[in-house]
């Protein structure tokens, strides 16, 4: 289980018990009828759906499903227009596509259609309506390499369907898991995209391509960073938690201290509580935005700063300093004020597919990940695969296969490969699984010390620190040149 | 049944009604004790088993399979050797290894460890065993990309087990879909091989990339050269057949005049006689070496030419035309002398996985040809694909995606890749949907004059032309320079 859940931080909370069913095959405009302001969603775009093979790589399976894409063409110019194509990850498209403001606001310098595909199994992309997600037969098409596919075969249909879009150069954009699907994109299909801007994508979080405990660690200096003795104060959180739990009473005066909606009944429960204060911990490091923000969470500006001025003292007695987690966790669960009290089994991030990414890293995206509490502040754990194949295998009756994703996608040994861009916020836990160094002149490392999770994907803001405008600019700046000199190829 | 019967050029000849069980386990010496000399097989290797999964692209299908593979070390050095890595195509493994002597000459000058992997479903790298061709659902696994990734596998497990050749850097080198697989992987494995050499690959026999009719107007091209009228010969005798087959005295004499084992009963039987025939030319367009060889069948060195001197005046009567044909299809068939009677049932290229290679090209291999009766020598038809799904779905219950090739591998469209070289025989028919311009400086073509299909995979041979010696050296000089550059990697 912790295994597993030390995995959540890139999606979250299910969007499949609903059951949604197949997607209408018509397409229809966005609630929005005019331009929106730039940092208010929704932005105006219309729904298409596409007839996508189920099994891209064999015969046997031979039906289709309908893959949602969401279009905006207010800035395309057909005479010389590009197509800025988002490759969609481990959640609802119509929530990257609010989410990903960089590419509305560049989309009139470079005279672009906007494209956002949605995932394979995410969304209303779902290849077998309400069963896709019933066994591991209809699990079986949930993979990278579908959704690669997937991307391909739309991309080359909008450019036999629109007009003017034939010649136009494609270049993908992504972030998180969605830029690690760019990158890979334009690796295993240089023919379809002239490049790829992957921001804050871990492609190295595999195997032992990076040590496991990278990630845990950023998390860490970022607390470290925060505000004095934070970092000190959760590690020594978690002591103080096992002290106190160990007896009924203390059990009783943790569910109210922490306001649990569920008292905590037995050391199962402890566990939990703790894997999602750890979880708390971590996606406060991704979303640790300059400004206001509502990415995972409504959240104030620089919110490690605020929630590490409730722990400035880890010195504290156990009672006292876990009331102090307690307020510093609840600034990111219950920053509207309007929560009566918190729930340990919701988890911290809303609009992913949960689900989904489960059962993806437990096949494709194993990223191994482990914490010693001495280059972290957080309790020991191991890399454990084999207790974490068993789980899976007792989930999905699937096992990981560790190395698949290096093997097919090259690991660290990619500098045959030409026209992407690595960008990665330095605060930004992923950032240790991902390019920092240049390694190529054409395979770009862009890291943006003040940056968390691919904060160069969002919308421009008066927040914005320097070295975020900064690396937009040098992103458009390769784009323009990709587009150029495809230009001269026509 | 004819469109089929245009593919079977690639590949002919079941070898799994045999019923092969699965392969042992243990490694086994080749029966060789010693270096052979080299044009006489077979050479001195050691037979090996690895474990692939039957499914590199889906997680619900977990088994494995034992895939066979050919090594032969002899001139392989720890210190600085490369690794010469045969990409297997449509038959047992050990006929091609015994039929690309090329590699086998040019080990000792790169320190070469040589490798021939077998492709998956033929020889003895079955995956389901004697089941892998039972239905559909078993042959699922039969693709191009799960071979890819069946060689990606191997590869790594070989730098992993064998001292000294984790560094060593893989050249892909196949022929015909051989080839075509080496220079796919290289576009979509560039991690594992630094280069492929790729001859005599159509990898732009596809859709409509190059004109569906190029193939038969190259065999055709190569009997106008072959001698005075024989094409024209060869267009008359399809009029000649349908006038003397119309009656069953025709019938009977056609039977007898052919020499046939089964006699003709009907105008199927009359259609059969002719594809068999447009087959024979095909073939012997393929194997027109300028030595004494037997790669598909034993023959005369420029069999063309030798089967031309029987076809010398197209305007002969009826009978007499085709008692000519028959002498020189018989050039094809019995150049030993042995065979009592001709069964055109009997496919004429041996060692090559019918099977297979019908069912690849009923899913992905599809490629489109047509003849026209104007630009070649063949009575006209055109390429249905229709008709072609029809068939497909009758034999196998699955349809062709013709446009996947393409989708997936780029079409034309290529240029963003590096270090492959494209050799083609001019004389080979399928040089028709190869690559014979350059591309880029490091996408080569090489074409080869004097050369029919792949010629400069065959051993060295005192008739080589020397414009096939110079391709070979041209070849090495590449192979040398990627080898050079991937030693400053490390």
């Given at each position: 289980?912790?295994?597993?859940?030390?995995l959540?931080?890139?999606?979250?909370?299910?969007?499949?018990?609903?059951?949604?069913?197949?997607?209408?095959?018509?397409?229809h405009?966005?609630?929005?009828?005019?331009?929106?302001?730039?940092?208010?969603?929704?932005?105006?775009?219309r729904?298409?759906?596409?007839?996508?093979?189920?099994?891209?790589?064999?015969?046997?399976?031979?039906?289709?499903?309908?893959?949602?894409?969401l279009?905006?063409?207010?800035?395309?110019?057909?005479?010389?227009?590009?197509?800025?194509?988002?490759?969609?990850?481990?959640?609802?498209?119509?929530w990257?596509?609010?989410?990903?403001?960089?590419?509305w606001?560049?989309?009139?310098?470079?005279?672009?259609?906007?494209?956002?595909?949605?995932?394979?199994?995410?969304?209303?992309?779902?290849?077998?309506?309400?069963?896709?997600?019933?066994?591991?037969k209809?699990?079986?098409?949930?993979?990278s390499?579908q959704?690669?596919?997937?991307?391909?075969?739309?991309?080359?249909?909008?450019?036999?369907?629109?007009?003017?879009?034939?010649?136009a150069?494609?270049?993908?954009?992504?972030?998180s898991?969605g830029?690690?699907?760019a990158?890979?994109?334009?690796?295993?299909?240089?023919?379809?995209?002239?490049?790829?801007?992957a921001?804050?994508?871990?492609?190295?979080?595999?195997?032992?391509?990076?040590?496991?405990?990278?990630?845990?660690?950023?998390?860490?200096?970022?607390?470290?960073?925060?505000?004095?003795?934070?970092?000190?104060?959760?590690?020594?959180?978690?002591?103080?938690?096992?002290?106190?739990?160990?007896?009924?009473?203390?059990?009783?005066?943790?569910?109210?201290?922490?306001?649990?909606?569920?008292?905590?009944k037995?050391?199962?429960?402890?566990a939990?509580?703790?894997a999602?204060?750890?979880?708390?911990?971590v996606?406060?490091?991704?979303?640790?935005?300059?400004?206001?923000?509502?990415?995972?969470?409504?959240?104030?500006?620089?919110?490690?700063?605020?929630?590490?001025k409730?722990?400035?003292?880890?010195?504290?007695p156990?009672?006292?300093?876990?009331?102090?987690?307690f307020?510093?966790?609840?600034?990111?669960?219950?920053?509207?004020?309007?929560?009566?009290?918190?729930?340990?089994s919701?988890?911290?991030?809303?609009?992913?597919?949960?689900?989904?990414?489960?059962?993806?890293?437990?096949?494709?995206?194993?990223?191994?990940?482990?914490?010693?509490?001495?280059?972290?502040?957080?309790?020991?754990?191991?890399?454990?695969?084999?207790?974490?194949?068993?789980?899976?295998?007792?989930?999905?009756?699937?096992?990981?296969?560790?190395?698949?994703?290096?093997?097919?996608?090259?690991?660290?040994n990619?500098?045959?490969?030409?026209?992407?861009?690595?960008?990665?916020?330095?605060?930004?836990?992923?950032?240790?699984?991902?390019v920092?160094?240049?390694?190529?002149d054409?395979?770009?490392?862009?890291?943006?010390?003040?940056?968390?999770h691919?904060?160069?994907?969002?919308?421009?803001?008066?927040?914005?620190?320097?070295?975020?405008?900064?690396?937009?600019?040098?992103?458009?700046?390769?784009?323009?040149?990709?587009?150029?000199?495809?230009?001269?190829?026509?």
């Amino acid at each position: 289980m912790p295994a597993l859940l030390l995995l959540l931080s890139l999606g979250s909370v299910c969007c499949l018990q609903r059951g949604l069913s197949a997607p209408p095959l018509t397409s229809h405009r966005g609630p929005a009828g005019r331009a929106q302001p730039r940092s208010a969603a929704p932005y105006q775009y219309r729904t298409r759906y596409f007839s996508q093979k189920i099994d891209h790589f064999g015969f046997d399976e031979d039906h289709t499903f309908q893959q949602r894409y969401l279009v905006a063409d207010q800035q395309w110019r057909k005479d010389n227009g590009s197509i800025l194509f988002y490759t969609g990850n481990e959640g609802d498209i119509t929530w990257f596509c609010n989410n990903t403001g960089f590419m509305w606001d560049v989309a009139e310098e470079l005279n672009a259609m906007l494209v956002f595909a949605e995932h394979r199994y995410y969304g209303e992309s779902l290849p077998f309506g309400n069963k896709s997600y019933s066994d591991s037969k209809h699990l079986n098409y949930l993979t990278s390499e579908q959704a690669l596919a997937d991307f391909a075969i739309l991309i080359q249909h909008l450019k036999e369907t629109i007009p003017g879009a034939r010649n136009a150069p494609v270049i993908a954009i992504g972030g998180s898991y969605g830029g690690m699907l760019a990158a890979w994109f334009r690796m295993k299909y240089p023919h379809v995209v002239v490049g790829a801007l992957a921001a804050s994508a871990p492609i190295w979080q595999f195997e032992d391509l990076v040590p496991c405990g990278v990630f845990y660690s950023i998390v860490t200096n970022d607390f470290k960073k925060g505000g004095q003795c934070c970092s000190e104060s959760i590690l020594n959180s978690w002591g103080a938690i096992n002290r106190i739990s160990s007896t009924d009473e203390g059990l009783k005066w943790l569910s109210h201290a922490f306001h649990l909606c569920s008292p905590l009944k037995n050391q199962q429960d402890v566990a939990v509580l703790k894997a999602w204060l750890s979880e708390t911990w971590v996606n406060l490091a991704m979303v640790n935005y300059p400004y206001k923000a509502d990415f995972l969470q409504p959240l104030p500006a620089w919110p490690i700063q605020v929630v590490c001025k409730f722990m400035k003292n880890p010195k504290l007695p156990d009672k006292l300093l876990l009331q102090n987690v307690f307020q510093a966790a609840n600034v990111y669960y219950n920053y509207s004020g309007a929560a009566l009290c918190l729930n340990t089994s919701e988890s911290a991030t809303r609009n992913l597919g949960l689900m989904g990414w489960y059962y993806q890293a437990c096949t494709e995206m194993v990223m191994p990940m482990c914490t010693d509490g001495v280059n972290d502040m957080f309790e020991p754990r191991k890399w454990n695969l084999h207790a974490f194949s068993e789980e899976c295998f007792k989930m999905w009756k699937v096992r990981p296969r560790p190395s698949w994703i290096p093997s097919v996608y090259g690991g660290k040994n990619i500098s045959s490969h030409s026209n992407i861009i690595f960008s990665n916020g330095r605060l930004d836990p992923w950032s240790g699984g991902g390019v920092t160094l240049n390694i190529t002149d054409s395979l770009i490392a862009i890291v943006i010390p003040e940056g968390a999770h691919h904060l160069d994907l969002r919308a421009s803001n008066p927040g914005d620190p320097k070295s975020v405008l900064q690396a937009r600019a040098l992103e458009v700046h390769y784009m323009k040149q990709w587009i150029e000199k495809s230009r001269h190829k026509h």
